[in-house]
């Protein structure tokens, strides 16, 4: 339950729930119940029981022990994207 008041309008309350499924096919006012057009850094459903349950995505671990740039500074960091299409044969 959300409470919300501004000293100018009465005090409001409503319900919030916890999205279950992601729909990007219509637009925002549109949306069927209990979907979302995104959701970010959430887990929709509980992954050791299977519950539909709303829950933070857990963080990401380290790649490497030690951090960059330590030695020598980190000059230029570069985003490759492969473009590459093979002929056809």
Do not use: C, W
């Not at 929709?44 to 330590?70: H, V, Y």
């Amino acid at each position: 339950m959300v409470e919300m008041a501004n000293k100018d309008m009465q005090e409001q309350s409503f319900e919030l729930y916890f999205p279950l499924g992601i729909n990007e096919a219509v637009a925002y006012s549109h949306q069927p119940s209990l979907t979302s057009p995104i959701i970010q850094n959430v887990r929709l459903r509980d992954i050791f029981e299977g519950r539909a349950r709303g829950g933070q995505r857990p963080g990401m671990s380290k790649i490497f022990e030690t951090q960059a740039g330590t030695d020598r500074p980190i000059l230029k960091i570069v985003n490759i994207v492969n473009t590459f299409i093979p002929a056809e044969e």
